[in-house]
């Protein structure tokens, strides 16, 4: 098996930041591309952003300048830098990767912003 474990999620105010962290765990081979999802109550679930394994960030347009993606990958951890958070960006967050024909999610993080 391989494992997510995300962190880093709470409650925060409108205009403040948060940093989530996703580490793998268990059986992985691999520690390629990883994605973060956020999903919203009501809503459908969205890409947030992505990190090629060469580090090489996207990130969907409602966070685009406000949320950075980045790697460590000797510590197999993904991070999510978030600043100047706004109440839209509530939403459970997960880290997701590809390993073979596998999916692997993370088990969520909530991030609540108030405003």
């Known amino acids: 098996q391989v494992q997510l474990v995300e962190s880093g999620g709470g409650l925060v105010q409108a205009g403040g930041s948060l940093r989530l962290s996703c580490a793998a765990s268990?059986?992985?081979?691999?520690?390629?591309?990883m994605d973060w999802y956020r999903q919203a109550p009501g809503k459908q679930r969205e890409l947030v952003a992505t990190i090629s394994s060469g580090g090489w960030p996207n990130y969907a347009d409602s966070v685009k300048g406000r949320f950075t993606i980045s790697r460590d990958n000797a510590a197999k951890t993904v991070y999510l830098q978030m600043n100047s958070l706004k109440p839209e960006d509530t939403a459970v967050y997960y880290c997701?990767?590809?390993?073979?024909?596998?999916?692997?999610w993370g088990q969520g993080t909530q991030v609540t912003v108030s405003s």
């Open positions: 268990g059986s992985i081979f691999r520690f390629g591309p």
């Open positions: 997701k990767t590809s390993a073979g024909a596998y999916d692997y």
